[in-house]
């Protein structure tokens, strides 16, 4: 079944690289830009109001089905998507007004909390092994949107109002099939000093998502310094190595879940193979790395040709950069997860200041380039203190649920 989780997060992925590509073919690239910074600040804003509720409630239900913890998260999960909500309302009213309309982008928003609130009641499904309920919540969010999105732009909608109406039935019928398929997976009442020790409890893995969904932010960052233009080329290249990104998501999940339940005693070797692995396909994307600049212009538009070396180096890095996702997952498991949130913060720090540094000059290939060199090196840092630990065969805490 663990085949059906990650067959559907390849396709899911490929799908969301195809309405992407679909959209970029509709509209200029500044406006591709400046649609790709909206949806950034919001998917980081997801990971800052979710408070790494979601990862804790992985590894919660992975301990205990009956813990009373699990209504407070996912409560938690929904107030915190309503503060989403109004902050990017503020966010757009103040700086993208004028860029793209109201309703796409009150659309948008309504997509963005849709989804994050089905992915954390996913997690049980998952603790659960309860794949076919993932595959199908997830199939729905990516499909869905695909077919809409092409029904609409035939009936002549607007590209990006098309794509927020696309995305956001695609949110809602995700959440409602999560919500009822796993409505019999907690026990329902919460009680306050269960809200708050789940707060303290998620506030490692609250820095580590959020310091990984930073990564968002350098869109913005792009079209701050360089306009809208070049942020569609940036965005563009990050949003092709998605399929990729999600797999490891699936990777990382069933990690946390495995590794929770057996105590680690198989993370050495699930390291080694996931070091392996990211070297090997890293020398296989170096290879159709080359035929990157013929691809785009005939899929995507000779307007993203100059998007060329930012998607090479995207994709040479993509399995270094995805794979990090897996082994944070067993550190977290191993009782590591300090570790892993001051891993993460480094990282985001070095990352955004750099976009800071090659922003200021003007050089988007520079600024891809040393990006994912900073995340090819946590990557590296992440596959150490693994090994390291798992040789000792020291774990540091236990979960209580």
């Given at each position: 079944?663990?085949?059906?989780?990650?067959?559907?997060?390849?396709?899911?992925?490929?799908?969301?690289?195809?309405?992407?590509?679909?959209?970029?073919?509709?509209?200029?690239?500044?406006?591709?830009?400046?649609?790709?910074?909206?949806?950034?600040?919001?998917?980081?804003?997801?990971?800052?109001?979710?408070?790494?509720?979601?990862?804790?409630?992985?590894?919660?239900?992975?301990?205990?089905?009956?813990?009373?913890?699990?209504?407070?998260?996912?409560?938690?999960?929904?107030?915190?998507?309503?503060?989403?909500?109004?902050?990017?309302?503020?966010?757009?009213?103040?700086?993208?007004?004028?860029?793209?309309?109201?309703?796409?982008?009150?659309?948008?928003?309504?997509?963005?909390?849709?989804?994050?609130n089905?992915?954390?009641?996913?997690?049980?499904?998952?603790?659960?092994?309860?794949?076919?309920?993932?595959?199908?919540?997830?199939?729905?969010?990516r499909?869905?949107?695909?077919?809409?999105?092409?029904?609409?732009?035939?009936?002549?909608?607007?590209?990006?109002?098309?794509?927020?109406?696309?995305?956001a039935?695609?949110?809602?019928?995700g959440?409602?099939?999560?919500r009822?398929?796993?409505s019999?997976?907690?026990?329902?009442?919460?009680?306050?000093?269960?809200?708050?020790?789940?707060?303290?409890?998620?506030?490692?893995?609250?820095i580590?998502?959020?310091?990984?969904?930073?990564?968002?932010?350098?869109?913005?960052?792009?079209?701050?310094?360089?306009?809208?233009?070049?942020?569609?080329?940036?965005?563009l290249?990050?949003?092709?190595?998605?399929?990729?990104?999600?797999?490891?998501?699936?990777?990382?999940?069933?990690?946390?879940?495995?590794?929770?339940?057996?105590?680690?005693?198989?993370?050495?070797r699930?390291?080694?193979?996931?070091?392996?692995?990211?070297?090997?396909?890293?020398?296989?994307?170096?290879?159709?790395?080359?035929f990157?600049?013929w691809?785009?212009?005939?899929?995507?538009?000779?307007?993203?040709?100059?998007?060329?070396?930012?998607?090479?180096?995207?994709?040479?890095?993509?399995?270094?950069?995805?794979?990090?996702?897996?082994?944070?997952?067993?550190?977290?498991?191993?009782?590591?997860?300090?570790?892993?949130?001051?891993?993460?913060?480094?990282?985001?720090?070095?990352?955004?200041?750099?976009?800071?540094?090659?922003?200021?000059?003007?050089?988007?290939?520079?600024?891809?380039?040393?990006?994912s060199?900073?995340?090819?090196?946590?990557?590296?840092?992440?596959e150490?203190?693994?090994?390291?630990l798992?040789?000792?065969?020291?774990?540091?805490?236990?979960?209580?649920?």
């Amino acid at each position: 079944m663990t085949l059906v989780l990650f067959s559907s997060r390849a396709l899911a992925g490929v799908a969301q690289s195809l309405i992407f590509v679909l959209l970029a073919r509709q509209v200029p690239s500044s406006l591709l830009g400046w649609v790709s910074s909206f949806i950034a600040i919001g998917t980081f804003g997801v990971s800052v109001c979710d408070l790494g509720v979601g990862t804790l409630l992985l590894r919660v239900h992975a301990r205990s089905a009956k813990s009373e913890k699990q209504a407070a998260i996912l409560q938690i999960s929904a107030y915190g998507m309503l503060v989403l909500s109004a902050a990017l309302a503020v966010i757009f009213g103040i700086a993208y007004t004028g860029k793209f309309s109201w309703p796409s982008a009150i659309l948008l928003i309504f997509w963005l909390a849709t989804e994050r609130n089905s992915e954390t009641w996913l997690a049980m499904a998952i603790a659960e092994s309860r794949h076919a309920v993932v595959a199908g919540v997830v199939l729905v969010r990516r499909l869905l949107p695909l077919g809409a999105f092409v029904i609409l732009l035939a009936r002549r909608f607007d590209a990006v109002f098309a794509f927020a109406i696309a995305q956001a039935i695609g949110g809602l019928i995700g959440v409602i099939i999560a919500r009822v398929s796993l409505s019999d997976s907690f026990v329902r009442t919460p009680r306050f000093r269960s809200a708050a020790s789940v707060i303290r409890e998620s506030r490692p893995f609250w820095i580590a998502v959020a310091s990984s969904q930073s990564r968002e932010l350098e869109t913005s960052i792009v079209s701050g310094f360089l306009g809208g233009a070049d942020a569609g080329l940036y965005a563009l290249g990050m949003r092709l190595i998605r399929p990729f990104q999600l797999l490891a998501v699936s990777l990382a999940q069933a990690s946390l879940v495995a590794h929770t339940r057996d105590g680690g005693r198989r993370a050495r070797r699930a390291a080694s193979r996931i070091g392996l692995f990211a070297v090997a396909a890293a020398l296989i994307a170096l290879v159709i790395a080359q035929f990157v600049p013929w691809t785009l212009e005939r899929v995507v538009g000779s307007q993203y040709v100059h998007a060329s070396f930012v998607v090479q180096v995207f994709l040479v890095s993509a399995s270094f950069i995805s794979l990090g996702s897996p082994l944070a997952s067993i550190l977290q498991a191993l009782g590591d997860e300090r570790m892993v949130a001051q891993l993460a913060v480094s990282a985001a720090a070095s990352a955004t200041s750099w976009c800071f540094i090659a922003g200021a000059s003007h050089n988007l290939g520079l600024l891809a380039f040393g990006v994912s060199a900073i995340y090819v090196v946590k990557f590296w840092a992440l596959e150490i203190r693994l090994l390291i630990l798992s040789h000792r065969g020291h774990v540091k805490g236990d979960v209580r649920v």
